[in-house]
């Protein structure tokens, strides 16, 4: 019902600011909630930020607020996650997600994109 789509993942050096995105098509408004997760290898994926479609609310994880931004473009059916500052730390595979309810908890995406890599040197 829903597709996503991401881009933008790069190898860049420790300070930098890529921006990803997550295209969606189908029935996209079935789904209320855009969120980001990633995964480092040997580490479960966490949650990382979300959006409402609908007032824009936003959550971010302890570990990217003031850092990450996400955003969104409805005309687009786009999310975006403004990276800057980037640590090594934030090394990991990001996925774009989809949810009809929840924000911060896993079990209520039921959409996923494939992910795409960022990478961060020292």
């Known amino acids: 019902q829903v597709q996503l789509v991401e881009s933008g993942g790069e190898a860049v050096q420790a300070g930098g600011s890529p921006r990803l995105s997550c295209a969606a098509s189908?029935?996209?408004?079935?789904?209320?909630?855009m969120g980001w997760f990633r995964q480092a290898p040997g580490k479960e994926r966490e949650f990382v930020a979300a959006?409402?479609?609908?007032?824009?609310?936003?959550y971010y994880a302890d570990s990217v607020k003031g850092r990450f931004t996400i955003s969104r473009d409805n005309a687009k059916n786009t999310v975006y996650l403004q990276m800057n500052s980037l640590k090594p730390e934030d090394t990991a595979h990001y996925y774009c997600?989809?949810?009809?309810?929840?924000?911060?908890?896993?079990?209520?995406?039921?959409?996923w994109g494939q992910g795409t890599q960022v990478t961060v040197s020292s």
């Open positions: 997600a989809a949810s009809s309810y929840t924000y911060t908890a896993s079990y209520g995406y039921d959409y």
């Open positions: 189908g029935r996209t408004f079935s789904r209320n909630v």
């Open positions: 959006i409402s479609r609908s007032d824009g609310r936003t």
